[in-house]
């Protein structure tokens, strides 16, 4: 897969002032070079055709920065759309001077020619910033449009791995492999729970000590969990993560019941706990949009991300309490190591059983499907509060920026599915953009 590459590309004309013009030109290139190591830029504003030509004819972009660094007609921006089908962020630069004299740059007399004919060739898909290089505003939406090019980029290069089916009643979380390729650019494989099982009965013992050892480390209270479970757990997880290495699988929607429970004798719970903070984003209930829902809000945070169901609303204190039977990454247990326990209804463990840790800055996030099959975007900020554990299980309180009773009515009654995904950080304005290059709806609450 080639490198992602983000292209800078100020168009002009040559009658406005060019010395004001050179100084937001060099500016614009500090400014992206403080943000991605893999921008690439002209050696001089690009104020003729040719000069246009030639730059583009020396780079393979991801996301194009289109700049009025002054005036340009429709003819520059169109020269760029023909030859690259890849997102575009426009930028208008702030008049620099406003004295009754010269007008300098005329950006945006520009940008509405751009935005004219981007109208026509990407039905107005697009990203747009106003304003100088050094407001804050503008240096924030320009990151954020880069970090959501970076991870639609790399979508388009990962594996993922639906081990199982969804249980009966299940059926939202299923993915056809032509939808995850087409919509997202994924690669979706799929092979049957008792593949791994099997794999992981045929291991010797001796095998996994490395495994049970790691385990300990990030956890704590196993002692109490019964040897050959914890045995077992290593097992399956030794052949969760032979799999996975071999395939270069980076999502993972698994089943879980009850073939684990019944088949195995040990849960699933702990392994994919383990998978999430070894960077394989990992889902229970074959959740396969679920998965990679986290996988989107792990590669913009670069933190693990909470995989769970909305159980408990407390309006007194605006709280959701979203809550799973056992698991979640170990990382993001709000004491130093995370404890282990049993599964609340099948009485077996190892499963994760801790309450999550608290951060000032959250997103609730779900890519799902409306009635007519359309993909849509579930963005939802708040804060993460310091509690422990809610239920048997993990659980992560979230506290909405919205009220959490309104935001639990509409998306009940807009048919969201059950599952969804809290990342540490605020992430709604990269997801939005994301969205947009992806042309799904956002819904946000």
Known sequence: MKQFQVAYIPIGVPTFHLESAQIEFDKSISMIK???????FPDEMLLSMDKLDNFLNSIEPNLVIVQNITFANSAYITEVLKKFDCPVLLWTLREPIIDGGRLRLNSLTGAYSAGNTLMHFRNANFEYVFGSPDEEDVTSHIKATIEAARVKHVMRGIKVAAIGHTPQGFGFGRA????????????????????????????????????????????CNHDVIDEKNMVDFARLLKAYKDFVDANNIKVIASRCWPD???SYGTPVCGVLSLLNDW????????????????????QFTHKASFFGDPVSLDEEENTITYWHCGMAACSLSRDEKANTGVHPNRKIGPVMDFGCKADEQATVFRIGKDA??????????????????????????????????????????????????VAYGHIAKELEIL???????VVKY
């Open 34 to 40: 403080g943000l991605t190591d893999n921008g690439v």
């Open 176 to 219: 056809l492999d032509i939808e995850m390729a087409q919509v997202f650019g994924a690669t979706l494989e799929s092979l049957e729970a008792r593949e791994l099982i099997e794999k992981a009965k045929a291991y010797e013992t001796d095998v996994t000590d490395e495994l049970l050892e790691q385990y300990g480390k990030v956890a």
């Open 260 to 262: 684990f429970f019944v």
């Open 279 to 298: 960077g394989v984003s990992a889902s229970c209930e074959a959740d396969t949009y679920g998965a990679l829902s986290m996988y989107i809000a792990s």
């Open 372 to 421: 007519d099959g359309k993909f849509r975007f579930f963005i939802m900020e708040g804060s993460i509060l310091d509690k422990p554990k809610q239920f048997q299980g993990t659980s992560i309180v979230v506290k909405p920026n919205g009220n959490c009773k309104d935001i639990i009515t509409k998306s009940v009654k807009s048919g969201f599915e059950p599952h969804f995904v």
């Open 435 to 441: 969205a947009n290059m992806l042309d799904l709806e």
